[in-house]
């Protein structure tokens, strides 16, 4: 069973920081391009930024120079530290494990977690 636990959300003032996690069980995270994505209500989920084996992170502009995503194989995990956080960055962020074999694409999504940017 796949699972991916994202924890480090939670409420935070403008300009200040938080580090999201994500664990994955499951699958063989390695060879996984992961992401983290971010919606609001009413919106579509955006992608913030992603990771595949081997090439650099993408990160959208919005949050260029402030979040930094990385990953440790060894532990199984994904991390976004966000800096300089915007009300802006208020949202569910999500994190999502995807890889393509031939023709088929899996893909799997955390819960989600909370991340509100507040004064």
């Known amino acids: 069973q796949v699972q991916l636990m994202e924890s480090g959300g939670g409420l935070v003032q403008p300009g200040g920081s938080l580090r999201l996690s994500c664990a994955a069980s499951?699958?063989?995270?390695?060879?996984?391009?992961m992401a983290w994505y971010r919606q609001v209500p009413g919106k579509q989920r955006e992608l913030v930024a992603d990771?595949?084996?081997?090439?650099?992170?993408n990160y959208i502009d919005s949050v260029k120079g402030r979040f930094t995503m990385s990953r440790d194989n060894a532990k199984n995990t994904v991390y976004l530290q966000m800096n300089n956080l915007k009300p802006e960055d208020t949202a569910v962020y999500y994190c999502n494990a995807a890889l393509v074999v031939a023709t088929t694409k899996r893909t799997y999504w955390g819960q989600g977690t909370q991340v509100t940017v507040s004064s």
């Open positions: 990771m595949a084996i081997g090439e650099m992170t």
């Open positions: 499951g699958i063989v995270f390695r060879i996984y391009t």
